[in-house]
C-alpha cells in the first residue's frame, strides 16, 4: 500500500502563487507515476497533471499550462505542483494519486485532498 499526504492549499487572490506538496509513505518503491486532479463543487473530478516517477516526463491539462507545474523529489518521495496566476476558476479541492504501473485508466492510491480557493 501507498499512503499520500497533501499539503499547500489555501486561500489566494486571482493572480497569487501556490505551491501543493504531496507526501508519498509505505511501498513507494512501487510508484510509476503520481498525478494531481481537482474537483469543483457541483462539478466531476478532473485531470490536472501527472509526472512518471522514473524519468521525470510530464503532462500537463490544457487549462493549466503554462500556469502549473508538476515536480518531484525522488528522495523525499514527494511531488509538488507549483501553481501560479491562480484564477477564480482553479478554486477546488486539489487530490493527490499515484500508480503502481503504466495504465492511465485508473488511479490506485488517492489522498484526502487539500483546499484551494482563489478569490477574485
Known amino acids: 500500500q501507498v499512503q499520500l499526504v497533501e499539503s499547500g492549499g489555501g486561500l489566494v487572490q486571482a493572480g497569487g502563487s501556490l505551491r501543493l506538496s504531496c507526501a508519498a509513505s509505505g511501498r513507494t518503491f512501487s510508484i510509476y507515476r503520481m498525478g494531481w486532479f481537482r474537483q469543483a463543487p457541483g462539478k466531476e473530478r478532473e485531470f490536472v497533471a501527472r509526472?512518471?516517477?522514473?524519468?521525470?516526463?510530464?503532462f500537463h491539462e490544457d487549462s493549466v499550462k503554462g500556469r502549473f507545474t508538476i515536480s518531484r523529489d525522488n528522495a523525499k518521495n514527494t511531488t509538488y505542483m507549483q501553481m501560479n496566476n491562480l484564477k477564480p476558476e482553479d478554486t477546488a479541492i486539489y487530490y493527490c494519486a499515484a500508480n503502481d504501473g503504466p495504465s492511465l485508466a485508473s488511479w490506485r492510491y488517492w489522498g484526502q485532498g487539500t483546499q484551494v480557493t482563489v478569490s477574485s
Open positions: 509526472i512518471t516517477w522514473s524519468t521525470g516526463t510530464t
